[in-house]
Every structure is written in structure tokens, then in C-alpha cells.
């Protein structure tokens, strides 16, 4: 990196905390409030610009939220350290390593691809269906994609299609696009709904979300998205779904069935069955996960030595979501999330009476948030307290208000390194900079889209309706 680019990278983050820590205190904003502000608004350039790693960005944050007293003692500042949540999303990253690990997932996609026959059409369909069985027993967008991109380039190329060719673009565009849609449906589908659960829950309006909870909140959401975004990739890139003659099918071989796969499976079904049976045990999600933990790391009877664990667990992943809780935690604590509601709340004062205009307004800034901020748990530390305290002071349900940042937040990838998930997979492909852009502005349309006409409703008959 060339230094004056350095050099604007690293002082523009300086320069905004020093202007909101030194400017006049706000009316109605305290004191304690305003550093939290500013570390928070430090944390949010530096996620943006990715001038440093994503993990040392959130420690820096709770570093800083110690130094300018911005939260009461350091055992505020490492609350999201002490978040069941955290621990949640340990176990199911080891979860999926040792599926990964086993063969398992790769015999999945294999059968998945098998079924397609020599049909391109049905490959694509096929791939849509996958991102969602899939995070069954693979819930890391990330560690699908990386399975999944190797089998889908080895049709590929067997079909003669070229990188540069709409077919393959359109794979690749759907998988670093459209994937990570299958996870969140899932509490335990990685970072995006296990951060936003938890910060939603933080609010204190409910008890933490069950397994069964956030899937039937929000699987019918992001399946139609899913469905409604993979119809309009396919639009966009339809030319290249007719194979030249004489190209036939490929038989991809997945090998004998191993015991340890056979151990994953069992492990990954029985941890399964913990979740989706909460409503009678009462375990928190974090329970099955931990146990499954336990056995994965077992000596004789699980999948991973300990050194395979802390070699390949991805520690970012921890690191990022402990700090995103803690920086949302001390925003709400210290007010900072208040006052910058009630702020919003003043500018939309004219739509009170209007609770649909007023969460299109907040849908719009999410989407706009999430321009700027494409590291989703930073979008999600920042935007969730601010949402759902805009709605409560405006009469509308936080809760709804916090589901639906979380759907238009997640179901965009502006950039082709917007996301864990997606960045190795555009790599791979010959995908231009301004197509992606172009698929999440569409994206952001289908997201609002399908927020007001049918996930409103359908909230709205499972309980959770958009006013009090």
C-alpha cells in the first residue's frame, strides 16, 4: 500500500473519532454517551475501509471503550466475551469443520450436482436448493462456498463452459451472492443470525431466541429471497444456459463411505434434533452446540485433535462478534443508541402516524448503511440498537424493526470483497466490479420488496406485528 493511501486510511478514522469526542456535547446526549459514540465511529470507518484486520478493529474498539471511560470498568467493555451467543458460535464453527473435515459436506454437494443430470437449468436449481440443505450440516456461508466452487468448476469446465461465459457467471454470481441467504434462515447458520439475535434480545423486550423462534421468523423471509434472487440472476445471465452438442454429463465419483463421515452425520443429526426440540427440553442454543463441541474434540470418539481445532476454528469469526456485542452493549448502555434514535426520530416526526413509511425510511437507510459498512457484523452493531430504538420511541415493534434491517442488511453484497463468503468466489470468477454492484442494487429491491408485501403479513400471523 503506497503511503499516502496509508497514511488517509489510518487518519481518517483519528480525524472522525477526534471530531466526535471534541465536539460540543449534543442536547440529551451524556457525556459517557458521546465517547461511545465516538469509539463506535472509529470502529465503523476502520470495518469500512478494512485498513486493518476485522478482529484487530474490534479489539481496538474495546481497548478504547476502557481508555475514554466510554462503559463502567473493563467488565462492560468484554461483555460480548461473556455472551452465551459467543460460545453458540464456537460450537457450531466446530460443528462445521468437522463435517468439513469428515467428507461429509463434499458427498453432499456431490450427490446435490449428481442429481442435475446434464442439464444446465437443473444444475442451477439444484445449487439454489443446496444453500439451504446444505446449512443443515454445513452452517459457515464461507466454508460451503469453499467446498461447493470446486465441484460446480469441475462441471463446468467438463461442460467446455469458459470463465468469461454467462453459465459461469451466473454460478458464481448466485454462490458468492445468493449463498449466504440459506444460513441466515438458521440460528445456527453463522455470524449474521447470531449476532443479530443476540442484539436483538439485548433490548430486553424478549428472552433469547430460540432455535425454533428465529427459524420460523425468518426462514420464509430469506427462502423467497433466495428464490426471487436466484429467478433474477438466472434473468440476467439466462443466455447461457444451453449447452452446445455433444456435450454429455459428468458422473462425479464421491468414493466409499468412511466411518468418520458416518460419525458426522451422527453428530451433526443429533445436535439437529437438540435444536429443533427446544420448545421441550428448554436447552439454550448454545447447549447442543457446546456438547456437540465436546464430542467433536473427544480423543477416539470425535473428528479433530486439538491442534486441528485451534489451527482451523477461525478465531476472526469469535473475535468480531464479541466485539460487535460489546460496542452495540455500550452504546445502549451509556444512551448513545437513544439519543441517536431519538435524533432520527425527530427528522421522521411528520410520519408517526404512518408506520409503513416510517419502515421504508429505515429500510432505505440500512440499505445505505450497508454501502459503507460491508462487514456485517459491524452493519449489524450499529444499525440494530438504532432501529429498534427509533421504532419504540415512534410506536412501532423494535423487534420488527430489528428483523428487518437484518433481512435488507443481509440479503445485499455490494462489492466483491463484501463478505467473507463471497470474496474467494468472486476471485475465481471473471466477475467485473460494476456486475456485482449491479445484483445488489436488484437484491436491495427484492429485499424491500418482499419485506412489505409478504414478510410483514406473515410476521404479523406468527405473532410479531409491525405496531404495538
Known amino acids: 500500500m503506497r503511503p499516502g493511501v496509508l497514511a488517509f486510511r489510518l487518519g481518517l478514522p483519528a480525524a472522525v473519532f477526534a471530531a466526535v469526542i471534541l465536539a460540543p456535547n449534543p442536547e440529551g446526549l451524556t457525556d459517557q454517551g458521546q465517547r461511545a459514540l465516538a469509539v463506535m465511529a472509529l470502529a465503523v470507518v476502520l470495518w469500512a475501509t478494512e485498513t486493518l484486520h476485522i478482529a484487530v478493529t474490534g479489539m481496538v ?17 468484554l461483555y460480548g466475551f461473556s455472551q452465551p451467543v459467543t460460545y453458540f458460535l464456537l460450537g457450531i464453527l ?54 461447493m466452487v470446486h465441484v460446480y468448476e469441475q462441471v463446468l469446465q467438463h461442460w467446455k463452459v469458459d470463465k468469461s461465459a454467462p453459465l459461469n457467471k451466473a454460478v458464481m454470481m448466485a454462490m458468492g451472492s445468493l449463498n449466504r441467504l440459506g444460513s441466515t434462515a438458521l440460528l445456527a447458520g453463522g455470524i449474521t443470525p447470531v449476532v443479530a439475535s443476540a442484539l436483538i ?18 426462514a420464509v423471509p430469506f427462502y423467497i429471497i433466495l428464490i426471487i434472487g436466484g429467478a433474477a440472476v438466472f434473468l440476467l445471465y ?59 474434540l473427544l480423543p477416539g470418539v470425535g473428528l479433530l485433535s486439538w491442534r486441528e481445532f485451534e489451527q482451523n476454528i477461525g478465531w476472526t469469526n469469535i473475535f468480531v462478534i464479541a466485539s460487535s456485542l460489546s460496542l452495540a452493549n455500550a452504546l445502549i448502555g451509556s444512551g448513545a443508541a437513544a ?34 459498512m460491508p462487514n456485517i457484523s459491524g452493519y449489524l452493531a450499529f444499525i440494530i440498537p438504532v432501529a429498534m430504538s427509533t421504532g419504540a420511541a415512534l410506536g412501532l415493534n423494535p423487534v ?55 414478510v410483514l403479513p406473515y410476521w404479523d400471523l406468527v405473532g410479531e406485528s409491525l405496531t404495538l
Open 238 to 296: 439466462r443466455s447461457g444456459f444451453t449447452l452446445p452438442e455433444g456435450v454429455d454429463s459428468l458422473e462425479l465419483k464421491a468414493g466409499p463411505l468412511q466411518s468418520k463421515e458416518i460419525r458426522a452425520g451422527l453428530i451433526a443429526l443429533g445436535t439437529a434434533l437438540l435444536w429443533f426440540t427446544d420448545f421441550a427440553h428448554g436447552l439454550p442454543p448454545a447447549v447442543p452446540a457446546l456438547i456437540a463441541m465436546t464430542v467433536i
Open 94 to 147: 466446530t460443528l462445521g469443520l468437522a463435517v468439513h473435515q469428515s467428507g461429509l459436506a463434499e458427498r453432499m454437494a456431490v450427490y446435490l450436482i449428481r442429481l442435475a443430470g446434464g442439464s444446465p437449468r437443473k444444475l442451477y436449481v439444484q445449487m439454489l436448493v443446496s444453500f439451504a440443505a446444505l446449512t443443515f450440516a454445513l452452517p459457515s456461508a464461507s466454508t460451503r462456498g469453499a467446498i
Open 201 to 218: 434480545a439485548d433490548f430486553g423486550l424478549i428472552d433469547d431466541f430460540s432455535w425454533t423462534r428465529w427459524f420460523i421468523l425468518m
Open 61 to 77: 474498539g474495546i481497548v478504547l471503550l476502557v481508555l475514554v471511560n466510554a462503559v463502567d470498568g473493563v467488565e462492560v467493555a
Open 339 to 372: 439519543w441517536f434514535a431519538d435524533t432520527l426520530v425527530g427528522s421522521v416526526e411528520g410520519l408517526r402516524d404512518h408506520p409503513m413509511l416510517i419502515l421504508l425510511a429505515m429500510s432505505g437507510a440500512a440499505a445505505a448503511v450497508r454501502v459503507v
Open 400 to 454: 420488527v424493526c430489528g428483523l428487518a434491517v437484518v433481512v435488507v442488511g443481509d440479503s445485499i453484497v455490494f462489492y466483491p470483497a463484501g463478505a467473507t463468503a463471497s470474496v474467494f468466489i468472486f476471485q475465481r470468477a471473471e466477475l467485473r466490479g460494476f456486475e456485482v454492484v449491479r445484483v445488489g442494487l436488484i437484491m436491495t429491491v427484492i429485499a424491500i420488496g418482499v419485506l412489505f408485501t409478504i
